[in-house]
């Protein structure tokens, strides 16, 4: 597939470098090429500057948000949850009107403090406001609750041996979501149903900011036994 990856922080590079050796035709989506290309200093999570990675996956297309958008068949929503609105209307709402958009942001809000809490939360979640939003697109939830590297090689952890999530209103969509997450070697892969369910996903999240505190580790998932 033609796939868009939008967003250059760690998980946005992680999903295109391990999507494009898969096979697929892969382009990073961001505000605004040159910009990006041209900082220097680590993110505010300690991540190398995109150019560093750039260098190394020059195979990977670097393109404005709706230069991006308009080639994919897929779009990947990697932006972080407070900008995903803000980045999907920069992709314009006609180069997402008919496609999978896959969200696997996270609507997590830093203005009280660590740890965040959601916003929004319980009554509604970030995945639904982008399909509302964007009510032509094909919305589906999934890989937010685990890090970037079991999204991309959940082997190496327990096997493989834990639980993903999908939630979407899109049954077409959501089958082919489910095929890519095979494809990067998810087994136990969950339909908990239609977008509003997106909320329980993006409710683990509260608790899984504390496994990690309290690990002192990211590299865990959850595994729903039954």
């Known amino acids: ?17 391990a999507l ?41 297309a670097l393109e404005t ?15 972080n949850g407070a900008g995903a609105l803000t980045a999907l209307s920069a992709a314009r709402s006609a180069n997402l009107s008919g496609k999978v958009v896959v969200d696997v942001s996270n609507p997590l809000d830093f203005s009280q403090g660590m740890p ?3 916003n929004p939360v319980n009554t509604d979640s ?12 094909r919305v589906v939830k999934t890989l937010n609750t685990m890090n970037a590297g079991l999204m991309v090689d959940p082997g190496r952890l327990g096997g493989g041996d834990h639980s993903v999530f999908v939630s979407g209103d899109d049954a077409g969509a959501k089958s082919t979501v489910t095929a890519l997450l095979r494809e990067l070697g998810h087994r136990d892969i969950i339909d908990l149903g239609d977008i509003t369910t997106a909320r329980g996903a993006e409710m683990m999240l509260p608790v899984w900011l504390r496994l990690w505190s309290a690990l002192g580790t990211p590299d865990f998932n959850f595994k729903i036994v039954r």
């Open 126 to 137: 970030n995945a639904e406001r982008i399909q509302r939003a964007f009510p032509e697109a």
């Open 1 to 17: 597939m033609k796939i868009a990856v939008l967003g250059t922080g760690f998980a946005g590079r992680t999903l295109a470098g």
């Open 20 to 60: 494009s050796a898969l096979g697929h035709d892969v382009v990073v989506g961001t505000r605004d090429p040159g910009e990006t290309l041209a900082r220097t200093a680590p993110d505010a999570m300690g991540t190398p500057p995109f150019s560093e990675w750039h260098a190394a996956n020059q195979h990977i």
């Open 116 to 118: 965040p809490v959601l």
């Open 65 to 79: 948000f709706a230069e991006a958008a308009a080639g994919a068949e897929l779009i990947v929503n990697a932006t």
